[in-house]
C-alpha cells in the first residue's frame, strides 16, 4: 500500500514488485505449456517422441541454467524447486507424445 507521504523509493518498489509477480505469473503460464507445444509437435509429426527424449541431457542442462537466472536468490534448493518441474513438466510431454504415437500405431491397419 503506498501512502501519501511515502518517498519516491517505496512506490519504485511497489511497482517493481508489482512487475516481478507478474512476469513470474507469465513465466509460470509459459512452462505448463511445454507438455501441449510437445503434443502439437507431436501430433503433426514434426518431432518425435525419440527426438525429444534423445535431447533429455541438454533440457536438463537448459533447465538448471534458467532456474540460476530466474530465481531471485543463488541457493542451488530454490534453484532445483524451479528446474525439476521444468524437467518433468518436458519427460513428461515426451511420455504424452509417445502414448499418443503408440495409440495411432495399434489403430492404423497392418
Not at 517505496?10 to 514488485?17: G, Q
Not at 509429426?45 to 541438454?58: A, H, K
Not at 536438463?60 to 532456474?67: D, L, Q, R
Request: charged share 10%.
Amino acid at each position: 500500500m503506498i501512502h501519501a507521504q511515502s518517498s519516491g523509493l517505496e512506490v519504485v518498489d511497489a511497482r517493481l514488485r508489482l512487475y516481478v509477480d507478474c512476469l513470474a505469473e507469465v513465466l509460470v503460464w509459459m512452462v505448463a505449456q511445454v507438455p501441449v507445444i510437445q503434443l502439437l509437435l507431436g501430433s503433426t509429426g514434426i518431432v518425435s517422441s525419440n527426438q525429444m527424449l534423445s535431447v533429455w541431457r541438454y533440457v536438463v542442462v537448459g533447465a538448471v541454467v534458467a532456474a540460476a537466472v530466474l530465481t531471485p536468490s543463488t541457493d542451488p534448493f530454490t534453484q532445483t524447486l524451479l528446474a525439476v518441474p521444468l524437467i518433468l513438466l518436458y519427460i513428461g510431454g515426451a511420455v504424452a507424445v509417445r502414448a499418443v504415437e503408440n495409440s495411432r500405431s495399434s489403430e492404423s491397419p497392418a
